[in-house]
């Protein structure tokens, strides 16, 4: 089956304590991002890549480190996490071929908890 | 990309259409308009996309404006599974490719 994995689903962790989100997709797909969502702010994207060792900053990047060293894996470090980031976080992918941007796949998403 | 509009809520009864509306008037003209919906915190599933013709698939279908500055995704016989929030994102292939959410409309469907 076609889809994004992201792990864990839940996470509580404290202040200073680095950790980091796992995304994986099986489509083959070219792009991926992350997205942080809030209470009456939407999606706010966060890191995203184009390729394989091509990232790029999105919206709020602050606070938040990304690699891309395979294709499938996008993970989302947090080196000094602080309680401001506690928030509901997507990883999406797609694949990023012609003209007509393709539509993103989300992941089930990752509660994350700082105390 | 250019920023949409949608009002923040809509209701409609289960077994009716439900019509949600969606301004882009600085859409460009080689900007796509997508609709995404999004169940309690589950992750946003696609739902349609076009350019500037309407559109049709087996979960909805889309009206796109002659002049392209608004849109609206109808669900034609709205259930209390449709109950979400909807996206409309207007967006171009390549570059960066930061698509804006925004709010969406929240549509509860009630029995």
């Known amino acids: 089956e076609a889809q994004v994995t992201q792990n864990p689903r839940y996470l509580i962790t404290v202040t200073g304590k680095k950790l980091t989100v796992t995304c994986s997709q099986n489509m083959n797909h070219e792009y991926m991002s992350w997205y942080r969502q809030d209470p009456g702010l939407g999606l706010r994207q966060i890191y995203y890549?184009?390729?394989?060792?091509?990232?790029d900053k999105g919206d709020v990047p602050e606070g938040y480190k990304v690699s891309r060293k395979e294709k499938r894996n996008f993970p989302l470090i947090l080196e000094s996490p602080s309680p401001n980031q506690t928030s509901l976080y997507f990883c999406?992918?797609?694949?990023?071929?012609?003209?007509?941007?393709?539509?993103?796949?989300f992941g089930n998403g990752t509660r994350l908890t700082v105390t | 990309d250019a920023k949409t509009t949608q009002p923040p809520s809509m209701d409609c009864a289960e077994g009716r259409a439900a019509n949600l509306p969606c301004n882009h008037s600085?859409?460009?003209?080689?900007?796509?308009v997508y609709w995404y919906r999004q169940i309690h915190s589950q992750g946003p599933q696609y739902i349609i996309h076009g350019l500037k013709n309407n559109e049709t698939n087996e979960m909805a279908s889309l009206i796109i404006t002659e002049d392209r500055k608004s849109s609206t995704l109808i669900l034609p016989h709205a259930t209390l599974r449709d109950t979400a929030v909807y996206y409309c994102?207007?967006?171009?292939?390549?570059?960066?490719?930061?698509?804006?959410f925004g709010r969406g409309t929240s549509l509860i469907v009630h029995p």
């Open positions: 600085t859409i460009s003209g080689n900007e796509y």
């Open positions: 994102i207007v967006t171009s292939s390549g570059g960066s490719y930061i698509p804006t």
């Open positions: 890549s184009m390729n394989v060792e091509v990232t």
């Open positions: 999406a992918s797609r694949r990023d071929v012609g003209r007509v941007p393709s539509p993103l796949h």
